[in-house]
Nanobody, 115 residues
Framework: QVQLVESGGGLVQPGGSLRLSCAAS????????MGWYRRAPGKERELVAF???????THADSVKGRFTISRDIAKNTVFLQMNSLKPEDTAVYFC?????????WGQGTQVTVSS
């Protein structure tokens, strides 16, 4: 079993920034990809960004140019730097660790963008 612990969420004004962290209890390099997803009130969960074991990143169109996923392999941690936040970014953000044999989720961290 792998534990994923997210942190860094909170309340921020529109245009502000937050940095989410996801600490894994196992070497993140062992997963095919590590990702961030979010679920806004009344909406389905959606992909925000992911990074493959090879270091290739993908970001959803809605966050391109504003959010950046990165990792620190030595610390088994994945980050999501979120800039220029908008009210529509308000959601619970979840960390995901995926491989063909496993699929793990964190408990989520709330991000609220409001003035």
């Amino acid at each position: 079993q792998v534990q994923l612990v997210e942190s860094g969420g909170g309340l921020v004004q529109p245009g502000g920034s937050l940095r989410l962290s996801c600490a894994a209890s196992r070497n993140i390099f062992s997963f095919t990809r590590m990702g961030w997803y979010r679920r806004a009130p009344g909406k389905e969960r959606e992909l925000v960004a992911f990074i493959t074991s090879g270091g290739v990143t993908t970001h959803a169109d809605s966050v391109k140019g504003r959010f950046t996923i990165s990792r620190d392999i030595a610390k088994n941690t994945v980050f999501l730097q979120m800039n220029s936040l908008k009210p529509e970014d308000t959601a619970v953000y979840f960390c995901n660790a995926f491989s063909l044999a496993s699929d793990y989720w964190g408990q989520g961290t709330q991000v609220t963008v409001s003035s």
